[in-house]
């Protein structure tokens, strides 16, 4: 089976493919990786890591779909995770593989962009965090971007009939009851 996790930036993605690793032992690939290893590898391609999500999965899309097919045909359970994938795309990928497919959309379209950056803030990952180093007006613009993505998303998965979760109210519930969902046939 090939687990899909995607949305929009700090919504959970990572977290939710990081609890499938630990709980399932189903190892998982990020977006991000791929998107940087374009964005610094092979910039020609115009792969980069200021285009907006959908750009970045409209233009990744050959490269992922095709990868995703090899997965499938390896037969091997998989995560994916990241922004870079979009409901009409991933519906026709599902329609595609019947049975060997299950993708979640988790984003935050109904919360204030303060209360979410306050969020980010208290929840930041050190060091590591890319976002969190910038500056507090970036910040904020990037969350309402990601706010406006995330009602994107949401439309997109009322279109194409895909599960959308969103984490505006109880992230930690939202991110259960995503995982919940991908998972719960395993044993």
């Not at 779909?65 to 922004?83: A, F, R, T």
Request: aromatic letters at 10%; glycine letters at 8%.
């Amino acid at each position: 089976m090939l687990y899909l996790v995607s949305g929009t930036s700090r919504s959970g993605k990572t977290l939710i493919a990081k609890k499938i690793l630990g709980d399932k032992q189903i190892p998982y690939l990020s977006l991000d990786w791929l998107m940087m290893g374009f964005n610094d590898g092979i910039p020609e391609y115009g792969i980069h890591h200021l285009l907006w999500p959908n750009e970045i999965a409209e233009r990744m899309w050959p490269f992922l779909q095709g990868m995703i097919n090899c997965m499938l045909v390896d037969g091997m359970d998989y995560v994916i995770e990241g922004e870079a994938m979009l409901p009409p795309l991933i519906a026709e990928l599902v329609e595609q593989h019947p049975g060997k497919v299950k993708v979640v959309f988790v984003g935050y379209a109904e919360i204030d962009v303060e209360d979410k950056v306050a969020l980010v803030k208290e929840h930041s990952n050190g060091e590591n965090d890319w976002l969190t180093k910038e500056s507090d007006e970036y910040i904020r613009d990037h969350i309402g971007n990601m706010i406006a993505y995330s009602r994107m998303i949401k439309r997109g998965c009322e279109k194409h009939g895909l599960p959308y979760f969103d984490t505006s109210d109880d992230f930690p519930g939202a991110i259960e009851a995503a995982t919940d969902f991908l998972v719960r046939d395993l044993s």
